[in-house]
């Protein structure tokens, strides 16, 4: 890399910059590896159980914000119940092969922009190569957690809303043949081409802008969203609005296109 920057002089910093972060990951990728394969050894839970038979050094490759590492762990396998079990994948708190931090870097970016283009901004952004699909099973996974998270730290807040929407809305979305089977649609034979998705949206107004119009307050919107019948999403849009503080609001506004489903 000397080399090439000598010859090529400043005129080339991009390529300096980005090869320069290719090694200084590489190096913290050998780096993780060697720290995570010793960790094993300080793990209190590394003796086989009644009916295990272990596997020792069996590999498995974690996803990290480095990039990929080679795990060489004991796993324990119970023939008569047909389940296994590494220590250290539990101890590491990997979820499906990849690592916290980065289930957390691609939640928050999917969170703010989509699977897609999350998957792309942390491509250029920090090198990390995860796709569009991934990201979003990997937040399918994570999603009921968090909300049990929220739920149970939440710090019950005192203060007045002056006014407080609830909008809700459906939208048909293209699904596979094997997710459509049984279900009545438009088409002439009678069949689905879509499901439905019940969206919601809950958000506050404190004041209006220049010209006197409603402004959304910022960053005050959260959404909710499910294939579940109008029934069940009534519940949880009806939930989110109680956790958004629906009692301390002096009005609230809810807004929808007239749909049957949501009429009550």
């Given amino acids: 890399m000397r080399a090439d920057f000598a010859r090529q002089g400043v005129g080339n910093l991009e390529a300096v910059e980005l090869g320069l972060r290719q090694a200084l990951l590489k190096d913290g990728r050998q780096l993780l590896e060697g720290l995570l394969n010793q960790a094993e050894e300080s793990l209190s839970d590394k003796a086989s159980r009644p009916g295990e038979k272990c596997h020792p050094k069996r590999l498995k490759q974690a996803q990290t914000i480095f990039g990929p590492v080679q795990l060489r762990r004991r796993y324990f396998y119970h023939a008569a119940s047909q389940s296994g079990r590494a220590p250290l994948d539990q101890a590491l708190g990997l979820i499906h092969s990849f690592s916290p931090a980065l289930v957390r870097l691609s939640a928050r970016a999917a969170a703010r922009q989509g699977y897609q283009a999350a998957s792309d ?144």
């Fill in 121 to 264: 901004d942390l491509r250029a952004l920090a090198a990390i190569e995860i796709e569009g699909r991934q990201i979003q099973r990997l937040v399918n996974r994570v999603a009921p957690q968090v909300a049990a998270q929220l739920k149970q730290g939440q710090v019950p807040d005192t203060d007045p809303i002056p006014i407080l929407y609830v909008e809700v809305d459906g939208t048909g979305v293209p699904m596979v043949a094997r997710e459509l089977a049984g279900r009545k649609g438009k088409q002439p034979d009678g069949t689905a081409k879509t499901r439905e998705v019940k969206l919601g949206a809950v958000f506050t107004q404190t004041h209006c802008d220049e010209e006197g119009r409603p402004e959304r307050d910022y960053a005050s919107t959260t959404y909710v969203g499910s294939f579940e019948s109008a029934e069940a999403f009534g519940r949880r849009i009806r939930e989110e609005a109680r956790r958004r503080g629906i009692g301390r609001a002096g009005q609230v506004v809810f807004i929808g296109d007239g749909a049957a489903w949501f009429g009550n």
